[in-house]
């Protein structure tokens, strides 16, 4: 924010507001699913008493409540501010590049395909995380809180079991990121170097086409790219491992919350199954499906 005007900030409040109400949607949404499935259950029920038009108008009215949610999930999901930032940051970053002085060409001076590729590949990690991440990041926050809210007022003995599952997917979560984030400045810097290689080419392409040098640069452009590719299979390796596991902690969640709710019904302390898929739709909001957005 440091680079955005007043009207930026209060448009990061606008698109932090909704963020936050965009998350609030699903645990609520949950509430009335498992209202839905209660009403089946109470309905088929034999001698519950529920006549078919009670049966209607219950769920007609719950259904209205998705329709509405959905509405409000839609209209929110889409205020985001980002490109405004991005472009002030640009205009400053060529700002300071113009203010310095003129140096004799050498490696720490940097060329100007080196700037260029800064340029954009900064700029749009700064755009994505803005627009994206931040948003991201308030939206579990906001759906992770409302989600412990309402599955502690629920049932706090399935709340504590099932909600064990969160340690071990931060956990993986946390511990693979740091070689993501290395993997992804080495393919950064080759890709600068690469820039480079095509910009000095270009430069001196009479030059380069008198002495047949095309031949070497290829090889030197290649032998760039081949090093950005191993790094992107790496990194592409780490985020399989990140996901494998914090899937695996997920489909185990499940489980673990099917065993224990119906263990819990079947001896009297869960008194209508709505409750247990309330916590399955918990699970999934909480655990990696979100997780895994953020840290990408």
Known sequence: ?????????????????ASVISGAVFPIMTVFFGQIVDNFAEYFQEGSGVTVEDFRRRINSL????????????????IS?????????????????????LLPPTNNNGSPGTIAICITT??????????????????????MICG?????????????????????VTLTQILCLPALVKLEHRIVTQDARA?????????SIRTTQSLNAHHRAEEQYKKIVDIAKGFGVKKAFADACSAGLSYFFVFASYSLCFFYG????RDGSIQNPGVIVTWVYNILQWTCVKLLMIFA
């Open 1 to 17: 924010m440091k680079y955005g005007t007043g009207f930026d900030r209060g448009l990061q409040i606008v698109g932090s507001l």
């Open 63 to 78: 259904s209205l409540i998705f329709v509405y949610l959905f509405l409000g999930k839609f209209v929110m999901g889409y």
């Open 81 to 101: 501010m980002a490109a405004r930032i991005s472009t002030l940051i640009r205009q400053a970053y060529l700002r300071s590049v113009f203010k310095q002085d």
């Open 122 to 143: 900064i700029t749009s990690l700064i755009q994505g995380g803005i627009g994206e991440k931040v948003g991201g990041i308030l939206q579990v926050l906001a759906q």
């Open 148 to 168: 412990f809210a309402i599955a502690f007022s629920r049932h706090w003995k399935l709340a504590g079991v099932c909600s064990t599952v969160l340690p071990a």
């Open 195 to 203: 820039a480079d290689v095509v910009e000095e080419v270009l430069a």
């Open 262 to 265: 119906v263990r819990l019904f």
